[in-house]
Every structure is written in C-alpha cells, then in structure tokens.
C-alpha cells in the first residue's frame, strides 16, 4: 500500500484565544467613559455643597482665557515665528510682500487680543497705551466688538505679564527661600513662600517650563557637539514643540476649576487613608458621602488596571519567544506536504492549454498586471483593505480590551546588520504589536526620523536582503528555474537551526508587508503562493516551476512503456521510488519509507509521478518551508485568505505589487510644484521625458527607491501611492546640486539645471550614491 500526502495541515487553522473574565472586567470601560463618570460624581459633589454654579462659572472662563484664547496666541506666535523667511524670497513680488504684511499685522492682532481677553476674564491689571492721555479714556471699551477688537493695541495687558514673569521666576525664588531656611536657620515665617493657588501655579508651570527649555538645550548642545552639524533640524524642532505641549498642558491642569477636581479626589482619597487608621486605631472618624464611595471605587479599579497592562504587556513580550519557539518547534514535527489537484499525473497537458490565460489555477507566462486586469481583478487594493479590517478584528476578538493591544511598533536596526536585527525583531515581538496601527523605524547612526519614508525603505532593503545571493542568512537566496525566489535548503548543525528561524522571520515579514501596504521587490515563487493559500498544485505549475524537469522526467513517464525509458536515460537497470537529484540536493532520497527498495511499475507510475513532482516542489527545503507558512498564517492566517477569495497571483500581486514602474501612469498620477518661470516648467519637462525614454528599468525602480523609498509601486499602481508624488523645482539651490528626496511626502527636489544631459547626470549620480535617509 502506497502512503498519501496529508490533506490539509491541522496548524492551518484559526487559533483564538478566550481573554480572561478578569480582563474583560478590567478593560470593560474606556477612557472617556470614566472621565464622563468622574465629572458626574464630581458634579454630585458641588451640588450637595451648593457650589456647583460657582464652579461652572469657573469652568467657564477657564475655557474661554485658558484654552480658546492661549491656544490662539500660541498659534499666532508660531505662524509668525515661520513665515518671516517668506519676506526675503527672491521671487516674491512687491505684492505679495504687501500682502505677507497685511496677514502678519492680522496674525498679531489676533495674538495681542487673546492677551487683552485673557486678562479680561481672569480680571488682571490692563492698562491704557499712553497714560497721559488716560483721562480721556476713562472706561475700556467691550472687546467683543469689531470696535474693541480694532482698538485692542491701545490695552496692555500688565496683568499677563506680570503672571508670565512670575512663572519664570517663582521656581528659582522658591529655591532661593528653601535655601535660606535649610541654611540660615531662618524662620519660615520670615521668608515669603507659596501660599495661594496660583502661586503654586506659577511654580509648577515654571518648573515644567524650565524642564523643557534644558531639555532643548541639551538637543541643541549635543548636535552643535555633534559630527552632523548640517543635518535637519526636526529633531530640535520636535523637542521645542513637545515643549511646548507639556508646559501649556500643564498650564490648563493647573487652572483653578481643575484643581478643585484633583482636590475633591485627593480628599476621597485621604478620607480612605483616614478612615483606615482610624480603625485601626479603634477611634471615630467621618462617613463617607456616596459619590466619595464610588470615586474610590473607581481609584482602586484604576489603579488594578494600570497594574494589569503593564504586567500583561510584559508577560505578553516573554510569551512572544516562547510560542515562536513552539511554532519552530510544531514546523519542525509535522512538515509540510503540498496537496495535489485530483488527476494528478493522468496525462500530459497540452502546450497550448497551458499557455492560455485563465484556466485552471496555475500561474501563466504573462505579466501579472496584465493578467490581473484580463481576470477583471481591479479591486485588489479593497481587498487587502477589508483583510486588514479583518484582521485587526480578529486580533481584538483574541484581547480584553483595546487597552492590551500596543498602539506602535518601533524597530531600531543598524544597518550594516539589517537582516540579524530584522529577523531578530520579527521572531521576538508579539503578533499584536507586529500588527500595532503605527509602524516607525530608526536606523543607528542615522538621523531621519520617520514619517514614512524610513518605514518603506526598511521593506525594501530587508527584502532585497532577503534575496541576496551572497549572504549565507539569506533564506530566499535561492532561484528557482522559473526565476522566481525559493527557499534555500539550511546546511547542517547550527546553521540549519538558525535557518529555521530566518524562514519563519521571512514568512512574518511576507505577512507584515501585505499588512502595511509595503511591496517588495522580489517575485516570490508561484508554487510559495499556492503553499500560503493551501491550494493543490497542477501540473501546469510543475511545468512552470521547472520545464527541464518536467519535460525529461515526467512527459517521458506518461508515455507508454515510460517507466523503461526513464530508467535507460538514467542510467538506472530499474526505476525506484527515489526523488530526482537536483543542484542543492545533489542526492537522491526516498518519497517513502523503504522506497529505495520499491520498483516503479507502470502500475504504480502514476503515484510515483505525484510523490515526484511533490518532492520536487517543496522536498528540496521542505522544513525550510514549513516554517515560512507558520510564520506567515501567525500575521496573517490562512483562513482570512480563503474566505476573501484570495487567489494566488493576487496574493503574489499583494506581496510584490507591480514591476517595472510605468511612466505614464507615474507622471498621470503625480503633481508638480515648482518655481515660477519658464525655466522650472522645462526642468519638470526634462524629467518625464528622462525617465520615460532615457532611464532603463531598473534605474526608474532606483529613482522610486530614491524618492519613496520603496522601488515598487503599490498593487493597485501608482493610484494608490499615498500620499502622491511629486516633482519640485527649487530656486534656493545651483546647478550644481544633486536632486533631494522627502520620502515622507513621496517628493524630489530638483533645481534649475541647464539642460536635459545636466539632470539625467545628476539625477544618475544621485540614486546611485543613496545610502542612508537624512530625512524621511
């Protein structure tokens, strides 16, 4: 009795896990819920103190000068902080001058009246501009009329100002006092401290304000001290913005009706702590009131939550490397073997039935755009849309709650060890930050921060590393006869361990660029396609796969008396049940236990043929494969695939996209920004035409790489490149400097070169020397 190949593996199906009763009660309410609920009792609260109109009356200028009126100011100090540079432009007429005027005086206007409204409704000090001429203003105007707008720049508000330096200074001054008491012996009395609300808020705003401003000196010290002196200044940019956002956020905590909110929780709080002291004590103490009851409640449930994510998000991290160990380990037990179509090895398939487009499912010898658009498959990018969809429901279904899920996945790689780093990363980071919403990688040495841009070139190189020949790591090195990528077979000893592991990182990477919408430049084997989607092998694949093989082993058996003539070309008195030898396997193995001792018959051929050609297919690195599909159903399982219908060349679309970048669709669906004048126009000019006539293919995939970062469009084409690209002329730079790249904003920068000949060497010159990303 001959065995069979298995069906279907039993680790192909869908894996969820139950989240715990604990977790779900835990993680039961979200964010805005408890704030709505605390608000609630807080307001409860006032009510039984007779102070809730007082407080509302508080809220109400606290949102009015505190938010609405600073967030204004902030906006019109920053917006004038960045436009100065605009006045001094070379092409800028005398117009647009006079209108960069005209908005810089409406900017200030607005800024200097949310000052005036601020002291206005905190009741600060403002006095009249001249004050010689007070007696003839003897009442201000109402400020909320056009007229109290327009006369606003008479007003000073002193008030404001006296608040901001007193901010500034309240931290050194209370230092100064701590100082004189600790030191001096001074009595406390004597020294002037904090004794009014807003004097602690001035300290804490001052403190908060003072941490910032080290914070951006020290970012700017170290890049003065820095070798990268003329590198970007986001980094600086992005501290004193954070800044920023921590000082004016801390400056609304403060604000007088919130601090009535942290001190009614303080005091619940508090009267806990009392209470249980006085118990133990076995004295007397005060009641609680409901709302202070539930309030309490609501702390400690806080308080077990914050213990339950931190705990569960580390126990999570440790539980990665375990059950990538487990997945190795089930790969390694139970090997993969790739199902057939029914009638496999019956007959011979004809020449041309095999070359026709759209029969059976095997893979044909056409361009996959073109076949993808004659199958009518336009929808291919909505279709990976609703597989995301479905997997992040599925990732919640396997959750507590959203709080557990990780909201960003940060990779640090250095590059001169991208594929170590990668594949370490990939193998020990949990399925669910794999798939966190965000994505942000950070290349040692380099000083780009990304937005984008870092993300798609770390596809890109890991992929291309993948496929690198000349690195014994790499796991899809090997080509196969149709010039596709197979696996490559792992050498004994340590290096087939660690070739296990290098596949099953390879399959999670597959997995995670179809999920992050990142092609790949690489064509993975059609026979890899049908493995992910546990789909039966024709053999119209096996033709495909490998047409010398096909034609000397398997046309020659289905012929009468085959069996006879195989074994006279072979060299072979009689024909065994032993795989064909092949470059990586040079040694032939049996397809069955004791087939080196089991004759081929023309009665038995026909099986023969099947375990042949299924050995062929995967036998060469069958443990190899084995673990890619495991890393691969782990990000993306095989049952979301199946019940979207997706077929294997959409599959191979979704995982490399489109090849060679066409230009016309490049330049239809991207946009110029460039300077005025003819010149710039003709520049653009020269660049379409360079890269639709002058660059070769693979040059028009560098300069993608260059200016994206990823050297393939997406599946769906240039159409779906967000956001589109573009061309921009600089009038900044010279003639002679080499184009620039924003891969972030899918933008290059090219200047006004003298001609066509001038850009096309520039340009050249540029792609080829790309190492690295400064800004992405």
């Given amino acids: 009795m001959l065995p069979t190949l298995s069906s279907r593996p039993e680790h192909a199906s869908l894996r969820t896990h139950r989240p715990s009763c604990l977790g779900r009660c835990l993680l039961l309410a979200r964010g805005w819920q ?46 004038i902080c960045c436009w100065p540079g605009s006045l001094v432009m070379p092409r800028a007429r005398y117009e647009t001058r006079a209108g960069f005027a005209v908005m810089c005086m409406a900017i200030l206007t607005i800024g200097w009246f949310s000052l005036v409204k601020i002291a206005e409704l905190h009741s600060l000090q403002i006095d009249f501009i001249f004050p010689q001429l007070k007696a ?11 007229h109290g707008i327009a006369s606003c720049w008479l007003w000073v508000p002193v008030g404001v100002f006296y608040s901001c330096r007193s901010s500034i200074c309240r931290p050194w001054l209370h230092f100064a006092v701590n100082m004189l008491v600790w030191c001096c012996y001074m009595p406390e009395d004597s020294c002037k ?6 004097e602690w808020r001035e300290l804490v705003v001052g403190l908060v304000f003072w941490m910032c401003l080290a914070a951006v000196i020290l970012v700017a010290v170290s890049r003065l001290m820095s070798r990268h002196q003329d590198s970007d200044r986001t980094a600086l940019a992005a501290v004193a913005f954070a800044g920023t956002v921590v000082t004016f956020a801390t400056f609304l905590l403060t604000s007088l009706p919130l601090i009535w909110l942290w001190a009614f929780l303080v005091a619940s709080l508090r009267k806990l702590f009392t209470f249980f002291l006085a118990r133990c004590n076995r004295t007397q103490t005060a009641g609680f009131f409901p709302e202070e009851v539930i309030v309490i409640i609501i702390g400690l449930w806080l308080l077990t939550r914050m213990c339950y994510l931190i705990v569960g998000r580390s126990l999570e991290r440790r539980r990665a490397v375990r059950r990538t160990e487990e997945g190795l380990r089930r790969a390694l037990a139970d090997p993969f073997r790739a199902e057939l179509e029914e009638g ?14 759209g029969l059976g499912t095997s893979f044909v010898h056409l361009p996959l755009e073109d076949k993808l658009h004659a199958e009518g498959l336009v929808h291919l990018q909505s279709k990976r849309r609703l597989l995301i969809a479905a997997r992040r429901r599925l990732l919640r279904s396997e959750v507590a709650g959203d709080a557990l899920l990780p909201s960003r996945l940060s990779l640090h790689i250095r590059r001169p060890n991208l594929l170590h780093d990668s594949m370490q990363a990939l193998l020990v980071r949990p399925i669910a930050e794999l798939l966190a919403p965000s994505m942000s990688v950070g290349f040692e040495g380099e000083q780009g921060v990304d937005a984008g841009g870092l993300s798609r070139d770390w596809f890109d190189s890991v992929a291309r590393a993948l496929a690198d020949i000349e690195l014994g790591c790499a796991p899809l090195a090997a080509t196969a006869p149709d010039a596709t990528l197979q696996l490559r077979p792992a050498t004994l000893g340590r290096a087939e361990v660690d070739g296990m592991r290098a596949s099953y990182a390879a399959g999670r990477f597959l997995a995670l660029a179809i999920l992050r919408e990142q092609p790949l430049p690489i064509l993975i084997s059609p026979l890899i396609c049908k493995h992910l989607l546990l789909q039966p092998i024709g053999m119209r694949d096996v033709r495909q796969f490998d047409p010398d093989f096909f034609r000397h082993r398997v046309e020659r058996l289905l012929e009468p008396d085959g069996v006879a003539g195989v074994a006279s070309l072979t060299c072979q008195p009689e024909l065994r049940f032993l795989s064909a030898p092949t470059a990586a396997r040079p040694e032939p193995w049996e397809l069955m236990p004791g087939g080196a001792a089991i004759v081929v018959t023309e009665d038995s051929k026909t099986e023969y043929i099947r375990l042949l050609c299924e050995a062929r297919a995967c036998g060469e690195a069958r443990h190899e494969l084995t673990c890619l599909l495991h890393g691969f159903w782990d990000v993306l399982p095989w049952q979301l695939l199946s019940s979207h219908k997706v077929s294997a060349e959409e599959l191979s679309a979704l995982i490399s996209g489109t090849c060679d970048p066409d230009p016309a669709e490049w330049r239809k669906h991207s946009r110029s920004t460039s300077a005025r004048g003819q010149a710039a126009a003709q520049v653009v000019e020269w660049f379409w035409e360079a890269v639709a006539c002058e660059l070769a293919p693979d040059s028009r995939s560098a300069l993608l790489r260059f200016a994206t970062g990823a050297s393939r469009p997406p599946a769906g084409g240039f159409a779906d490149l967000k956001p589109r690209f573009s061309v921009e002329v600089s009038a900044l730079g010279s003639p002679d400097h080499l184009p620039q790249a924003h891969t972030c904003a899918n933008k290059l920068v090219l200047h006004l070169y003298h001609s066509k000949a001038q850009l096309l060497e520039k340009l050249l010159l540029a792609i080829s020397s790309d190492e690295g990303f400064g800004t992405a």
Avoid at 34 to 58: N, Q
Avoid at 136 to 146: G, H, I, L, S
């Fill in 34 to 79: 408890l704030l709505l609920a605390v608000l609630l009792l807080f307001s409860v609260h006032l009510w039984r103190e007779d102070k809730l109109w007082e407080w509302m009356g508080m809220a109400g200028v606290a949102i009015q000068a505190d938010f609405f009126y600073a967030t204004c100011f902030l906006f019109s100090v920053l917006a």
């Fill in 136 to 146: 003839w203003c003897t009442e201000r105007p109402d400020f909320d009329t056009p």
């Fill in 193 to 198: 401290r904090c004794r009014h609300w807003w």
């Fill in 344 to 357: 496999f090895g019956m007959n011979v398939v004809d020449d041309v039935e095999a070359l026709e487009p």
